[in-house]
């Protein structure tokens, strides 16, 4: 099918104008005639005959002038999009009004990529992997062999290419020379690039540049890197993105001096905004589990002087209330953040009431999309479920092991996500009883296609104890509600005794869901879910749930309103949940 656009060019006298009367009454159409779609597009963006036909000073032999070049200027613009021998056929009828003009294109065949050629020079040659690093730039190359000719696509390439050296060692790296040997008679481009990564890149002493409240301490314990260390892009960025994420500066910036004079020791800048000392959060949710919830956060970025986080919080819900004061300590030379914190919460659910008070020391770090915590943790809880009350303590340690391998973090769409724990109290350590928790949890999402992502999650935990009555409740299972077994009421799963659930020793959920996009950031979902927690895997029973929902991608996260039926309970529920998928 063949394209075509009509437009007219008019020019209208203006009161006063001194244009030529000529010109005044002058018009005419454009007619072109084109088997491309994309193509058609490229001629009417940027033909002169279409770009000045709204000129107040055309006349007839400016339009005469135009139509003369118009053949040429077609063949400039059709060759850089590999077409190489296209024929015209221009037509000017001077003898209607408004005159016409008129071109149809044939194109013929597009040229192909007969060959690519691609050499390094420079010190990278002197580097143990120079060779290999030649062989990652011609595997990596995007503009393969046989494909056709498109002077963006080969822009695209050459850049793509040079990329691969800027990012290591070597940041003042650019195209020594490059040619395009297009032989129309054949419709093939020959491609020769020389890439000169230039002299290889040592940093140096890192200056830093805006602190005036924080110590400096805070910046030189997240940059990793000594002096003579070779350059690294994805480090440099990395460190500026963690400098960025702590709660002292509002922004970070880091400069690497790339003058290629002075490439041993090259001087690294990092220049920053402090934020304010203190801040105050004020925070409003509601879910279905819990209700509508309040929170109160205040926050002290520099106590003491040496960058020490002082926070407190207040959170209220429908069944619970939590009051947290602690201090989190600035990461240390080996990349951990230690704090410290006491905590009382108390709660409703299922019948079950708790009075839990905690005081507790953790240890974490990140690294590499895996993140490790450390923490003890002394336990005062106080519980009463019908007529039965409750105070067990315990003092556990405790290991977390994660590791985050997803395309994004708010909106996974392929990857995994994977959770270990482990804790334990022996008894006589101020603790009740003896016991070991054990826990793990893990979420895959495979994309089906463009339009459906498959998302599977699974759980799965048991406390062994020497007196399990001893053990606190907070450290046993129930399952049921958002992200758990939905179709059922929020830890509904469970033990149940007079008087409410009971938390069980073990527990398991498992979870399929299909999501399908409709509009921009919308997604439908089919999902089955299936779970419980027990005090024994003999005669352990999943209880399911399954139901359809809807999906929506904010800024601060997943907003997820489900319906879903209980098969055990026969009831259908609604669910509604906002924040970052798992």
């Known amino acids: 099918m063949r394209n075509k656009v009509w437009v007219i060019g008019l020019v209208a006298l203006i009161g006063g104008g001194t244009a030529p009367a000529m010109a005044a009454d002058f018009a005419y159409e454009v007619e072109i005639d084109s088997p491309d779609g994309t193509l058609q597009g490229l ?36 060759a850089t999009e590999g077409y190489l021998s296209p024929t015209f056929e221009p037509e000017l009828d001077d003898r209607k009004t408004p005159w016409q003009v008129k071109l149809r294109v044939v194109t013929g065949q597009p040229a192909e990529i007969a060959d690519v050629t691609i050499s390094l020079t420079g010190a990278v040659l002197n580097e143990p992997d120079g060779e290999v690093r030649q062989r990652r730039i011609i595997r990596g190359w995007s503009l393969k062999k046989g494909e056709r000719f498109r002077q963006a696509d080969w822009d695209t390439a050459k850049r793509g290419g040079l990329q691969g050296l800027l990012v290591n060692r070597f940041p003042s790296a650019s195209i020594a020379d490059s040619e395009a040997l297009i032989d129309p008679a054949t419709s093939s481009a020959k491609l020769r690039v020389v890439y000169d990564s230039g002299p290889r890149f040592t940093l140096g002493e890192l200056k830093v540049v805006g602190l005036k409240r924080y110590p400096r301490s805070l910046i030189d314990n ?83 002087e040496k960058g020490w986080l002082y926070r407190a919080r207040v959170a209220v819900e429908r069944e619970q ?135 599977m999650r699974g759980e799965i935990g048991q406390v062994v104890a020497q007196n399990v009555d001893r053990v606190p409740r907070d450290w046993l299972f129930r399952v049921g509600g958002s992200g758990s077994v939905r179709g059922y009421a929020f830890e509904s799963l469970g033990v149940p005794v007079d008087g409410g659930i009971q938390p069980g020793d073990v527990m398991a959920t498992v979870s399929v869901e299909l999501q399908r996009r409709i509009v921009k950031n919308w997604r439908a979902a089919v999902f089955m879910d299936a779970g419980n927690a027990s005090n024994s895997w003999d005669g352990f029973t999943l209880q399911r749930g399954y139901g359809v929902g809807a999906r929506y991608q904010s800024k601060v996260g997943l907003f997820a309103l489900d319906l879903g039926y209980g098969e055990a309970v026969r009831k259908w529920r609604l669910h509604a949940s906002l924040g970052i998928a798992f």
């Open 43 to 78: 001629l009417e963006k940027h033909l002169d005959i279409m770009r000045y036909r709204d000129s107040e000073l055309m006349t007839p032999e400016q339009l005469r002038r135009l139509y003369r070049d118009m053949p040429k200027q077609a063949a400039d613009l059709l």
């Open 222 to 304: 997240l940059w990793a890197q000594e002096p003579g260390e070779p350059y690294d892009y994805a480090q440099i960025t990395e460190f500026q993105s963690t400098l960025q994420s702590t709660p002292y500066f509002d922004s970070v910036y880091v400069d690497v001096d790339i003058d290629p004079t002075h490439a041993e020791l090259a001087p690294v800048t990092v220049t920053v905004k402090e934020a304010p000392v203190q801040k105050i959060g004020v925070g409003l949710g509601y879910g279905t589990d819990k209700g509508i919830r309040t929170e109160l956060d205040y926050r002290y970025n520099n106590l003491l």
């Open 321 to 455: 209330q939590e009051v947290e004061t602690g201090i989190d300590f600035p990461r240390n030379e080996r990349g951990y953040y230690d704090g410290v914190f006491i905590r009382n919460r108390r709660s409703e659910t299922q019948g079950l009431q708790l009075n839990k008070t905690e005081l507790g020391a953790s240890r974490t770090r990140t690294r590499a999309g895996i993140g490790l915590t450390y923490q003890v943790n002394y336990l005062i809880e106080r519980s009463q479920l019908g007529e039965e009350r409750d105070t067990n303590r315990a003092l556990t340690l405790g290991y977390k092991w994660v590791r985050r391998d997803v395309d994004n973090l708010l909106d996974p769409r392929r990857g995994n996500v994977l959770e270990l724990q482990l804790a334990g109290a022996a008894r006589g350590m101020l603790s009740d009883t003896s016991f070991v928790r054990g826990y793990a949890r893990a979420a895959l999402y495979w994309p089906l296609g463009r339009q459906f992502l498959l998302q």
